[in-house]
């Protein structure tokens, strides 16, 4: 099977694919003939205590905050009499509104899209709870690695419903097909068929951005199958062809282009990524100190002090040294690929790649297999320069040296977002300049042993809010001060308001809208509480996943019950709408009916709540779809009768026994090929290979057909048709 790969470059000198539909879309453009650097600079510098924002982005907010944003705030809340308000007098100070979705892979993903989806207006229910219309009014998104899949995903699904977006609509949407894996999409075999078909488009895709000369890393085939869930283009039924682009091609700036961006309805996104400093090999968490980056439609930028600036995304991947591009007038397009700027936030192979052991950490087995396999065998050419990273060409070489630790660097090492212990993203939406008055949080840290958060995130935040970043960034409201806390107040089960009462006018932090992932109210077994490396969901679990996310955001709790909070849909208004108050002159007061509202919901750190009040709650995961031998150890956990049990697990050991060894005569017959494509892949020194930044001397029509014997066999050999098809015959012949 592996042997099919060895046809790819024979047939990528035979076909030429539409310039607009093939996975090498991938490969950014280069020598493009950069702005005039006379007239035009491609960096924003700015300092902490005088901060700007892009022009572009200011534009979009503000045009859409005063037209879109304020319809949806009446629209919302009507005519504000049920929370005791005219909403009348809020009209133009409404409070501007973030939303924070953090990481933790695919769970987080869920978890963000479903609790999206109980913000949103265009849902029934959500609407009729009175929780459906904070999305709407929402002027900001920012994402962080699996957050940043939703954002993404979204905005270039052309912001649809989003149950159809996860689920598909058997129209124009397929769905997130989660229950095909992440890395071995066709099972566990990293040599079948589909698999290697899979397998072969990843590394056509990454071979084509390293022969433009820009280094890759793990970070780029991780982006590409990012791509195949998340972005748009792939179905079930063109999984494993090459008959589109699957994503490539679409880039993080195109985001003017999308229709629903051009009607208003998107919040502006903002994805965070953390950097490993350049001549650093750092395996660990990072400390406070470390830059951390957001990437915009218009910008790749840091707010930090010790940066302060911003470069132009449309030419990302360009080399500059003082502002102007290393190679002259010739710059590079294309590096801002939409997966990638997901895989970027998503890069956490630093922390969880042993290349010294040939190991990946927490993952599944079979997943962590399937990603050496790929690593090792299929992109040992093509890697470069730090393995375990995101491989940027710094733009800001040269720039503020005396405070930025990367100014003598030509190249930015990215990782996940979460790396520096800030899982969820909170900094770009505390950027002084930005302003706003609420920031929505949905939390999904897995913390604790159990994969429910307890705080240690926005303790982080809030630690580094009030030293590094006190110049540049608002300040974190009053929280539980240890996880701990989190866990004795209960905090980190309920919906939560920290920051209700401000000393100053105008606040002097914003207001915090907590939606923890949170064990069931109602005393549920939990469905939602899976592992961060869990790459695989069946449709099952991910409907009852959806279900128990929508029914805990929707229902708030009530104290000393399990029964849902009928009211809380107003109380979220409340919150949303505080900050409106001290805009007014005079100031409104707070309402009898939003002060019963913040009594139950805010936290108040003189008297603060206790986990006492939210009883029965369960905290261990129960996989209503257990698949394989944990339906098997499922059983038997709950039979008393051993008995029983044993003959079972006699019969199955039995089974699987004959079973394999049908599937190692079956194996050793297969892993003849495979050693042949060993020798093809291995051919030379892979080391040599790391350390070139520049592919001239390697280029895939080296691949020849020819250096194999070919003979009669009864095995139809497939291999890539790389016009759209998936299978190329070759005469009932098998290549040895």
């Known amino acids: 099977m592996l042997l099919l790969l060895a046809l790819v470059g024979s047939a990528l000198s035979q076909v030429t694919l539409p310039s607009q539909s093939s996975v090498t879309d991938y490969a950014p453009q280069v020598n493009v003939e950069c702005p005039d650097f006379s007239t035009t600079s491609l960096i924003r510098s700015f300092s902490p205590q005088n901060q700007t924002l892009h022009p572009s982005e200011v534009q979009y907010v503000n045009d859409r905050y005063n037209s879109t944003v304020q319809d949806a705030w009446n629209a919302w809340l009507s005519d504000g009499s049920a929370l005791g308000y005219n909403i009348s007098i809020f009209q133009g100070v409404f409070p501007k509104v973030g939303i924070a979705i953090p990481g933790g892979g695919l769970r987080a993903a869920q978890y963000g899209a479903a609790s999206l989806n109980a913000l949103d207006a265009r849902n029934a229910s959500s609407k009729a709870a009175g929780t459906g219309g904070l999305l709407q009014v929402a002027?900001?998104?920012?994402?962080?690695s699996g957050g940043s899949w939703v954002t993404g995903s979204l905005l270039f699904n052309n912001w649809p419903n989003i149950i159809e977006l996860v689920f598909g609509n058997s129209q124009d949407l397929d769905g997130w097909k989660l229950d095909l894996s992440l890395v071995s999409p066709d099972g566990i075999d990293v040599l079948s068929e589909d698999n290697q078909y899979f397998f072969g488009s990843i590394l056509w895709s990454v071979i084509s951005k390293a022969e433009t000369g820009i280094d890759t890393s793990i970070t780029d085939p991780w982006a590409r199958m990012i791509s195949y869930h998340f972005l748009n283009q792939t179905s079930r039924q063109n999984f494993f062809t090459n008959d589109t682009a699957h994503g490539a091609g679409q880039l993080w700036s195109d985001f003017p282009?999308?229709?629903?961006?051009?009607?208003?309805?998107?919040?502006?996104?903002?994805?965070?990524?953390?950097?490993?400093?350049?001549?650093?090999?750092?395996?660990?968490?990072?400390?406070?100190?470390?830059?951390?980056?957001e990437i915009t439609p218009y910008e790749f930028a840091s707010y930090d002090p010790n940066l302060s600036a911003g470069m132009n995304l449309t030419y990302a991947g360009t080399h500059l040294t003082n502002g102007k591009a290393d190679n002259g007038s010739a710059c590079v397009r294309g590096f801002d690929q939409a997966g990638f700027m997901m895989g970027t936030s998503a890069s956490l192979f630093n922390q969880i790649f042993d290349f010294a052991h040939n190991t990946v950490q927490n993952f599944d087995s079979d997943d962590s297999n399937a990603l050496l396999y790929l690593i090792q065998r299929q992109l040992s050419s093509v890697r470069t320069r730090a393995d375990d990273v995101a491989n940027w060409p710094n733009p800001f070489q040269g720039l503020k040296s005396s405070t930025y630790a990367d100014s003598g660097s030509s190249w930015l090492s990215l990782i996940d977002g979460a790396s520096n212990g800030e899982n969820i993203p909170y900094g770009p939406l505390f950027v002084k300049a930005r302003g706003l008055d609420v920031i929505v949080t949905l939390e999904n840290c897995a913390d604790d042993s159990n994969n429910w958060p307890n705080g240690t995130s926005p303790i982080a935040t809030s630690a580094r809010l009030g030293s590094i970043l006190r110049s540049s960034h608002q300040q974190f409201p009053p929280i539980p001060q240890t996880s701990a806390d989190w866990v004795s107040t209960g905090v980190r089960e309920r919906a939560t308001f920290f920051g209700c009462d401000p000393v100053q006018t105008p606040a002097e932090y914003p207001l915090v809208i907590y939606l923890p992932n949170s064990p069931p109210f109602n005393g549920d077994d939990p469905a939602t509480n899976y592992g961060t490396f869990v790459l695989t969901y069946t449709q099952k679990q991910s409907s009852l996943f959806f279900d128990q996310v929508h029914l805990n955001t929707i229902s708030g709790f009530t104290p000393n019950a399990n029964t849902p909070d009928p009211n809380f849909g107003l109380c979220l208004q409340c919150a949303a709408i505080d900050r409106a108050r001290s805009k007014t002159s005079p100031v409104v007061p707070r309402s009898s009916i939003c002060s019963q509202c913040f009594k139950q919901y805010c936290y108040d750190p003189q008297n603060?709540?206790?986990?006492?009040?939210?009883?029965?709650?369960?905290?261990?995961?129960?996989?209503?779809?257990?698949?394989?031998?944990?339906?098997?150890?499922?059983?038997?956990?709950?039979?008393?009768?051993?008995?029983?049990?044993?003959?079972?697990?006699?019969?199955?050991?039995?089974?699987?026994?004959?079973?394999?060894?049908?599937?190692?005569?079956?194996?050793?017959?297969?892993?003849?090929q495979y050693n042949i494509v060993n020798e093809f892949h291995d051919e030379g020194d892979a080391s040599a290979w790391r350390g070139q930044r520049y592919y001239s001397d390697y280029h895939v029509e080296d691949y020849h057909v020819e250096d194999y014997d070919v003979e009669e066999t009864d095995?139809?050999?497939?291999?890539?048709e790389l016009s759209g098809h998936k299978t190329l015959e070759t005469n009932n012949k098998d290549l040895t």
């Open 608 to 672: 603060p709540p206790s986990q006492s009040e939210l009883p029965n709650r369960k905290f261990v995961l129960v996989d209503p779809d257990p698949e394989g031998l944990s339906k098997i150890e499922g059983f038997l956990g709950s039979s008393k009768i051993k008995l029983i049990g044993a003959l079972i697990g006699l019969v199955v050991f039995v089974a699987v026994l004959c079973g394999g060894l049908i599937w190692w005569k079956k194996r050793k017959d297969r892993q003849m």
């Open 257 to 293: 282009t999308i229709p629903a961006v051009q009607q208003g309805f998107v919040p502006f996104p903002l994805l965070v990524t953390d950097s490993r400093q350049a001549n650093d090999n750092l395996t660990t968490s990072l400390g406070p100190d470390s830059v951390v980056y």
């Open 139 to 144: 002027s900001y998104m920012s994402g962080l």
């Open 715 to 720: 095995y139809h050999a497939e291999a890539y």
